[in-house]
């Protein structure tokens, strides 16, 4: 894939969410190696430089780490493979939360229409 000049997402978006969705679809998989910044830069068509920044994105999605000397790997465990219990506890509670602005937004609807009407 090269990034392609016609896209409206930076390049560096596009570099990083091809590997994002390679690292989704098991193209590249957890704990494999990538190929090196000089190397990515030149299978995207781009300067290191937007590879770095690229990579800098999924490394603070938590989708990939760098270790010194090694190389940067698909993170083992990325986001969203297996939530924490105190993880699916807060996204039960903010559905929760949801739920009851929407019953709020639709009370102030409803309020706001009855006050209107006898203006």
């Known amino acids: 894939m090269t ?12 570099v990083a969410d091809d590997l994002r969705r390679r690292i989704a ?3 590249v998989k957890a704990g494999q190696r990538l190929d090196g910044n000089a190397k990515l830069a030149e299978q995207y068509g781009v300067a290191a430089m937007t590879v770095r920044h690229a990579l ?10 760098s270790q010194q000397g090694r190389g940067t790997f698909v993170a083992n465990d990325p986001p969203g493979e297996e ?9 039960d509670e903010l559905t929760e939360i949801k739920a009851a602005l929407e019953l709020i937004n639709s009370r102030l ?8 009407d006898r203006a």
């Open 83 to 91: 939530a924490s219990p105190r993880d699916q506890q807060m996204a």
């Open 56 to 65: 800098d994105i999924l490394r603070d999605e938590g989708l990939i780490v």
């Open 25 to 27: 679809t098991g193209v």
């Open 3 to 14: 990034v392609s000049p016609d896209d409206p997402r930076s390049a560096y978006a596009q």
């Open 109 to 116: 609807d409803r309020l706001e229409h009855q006050v209107r």
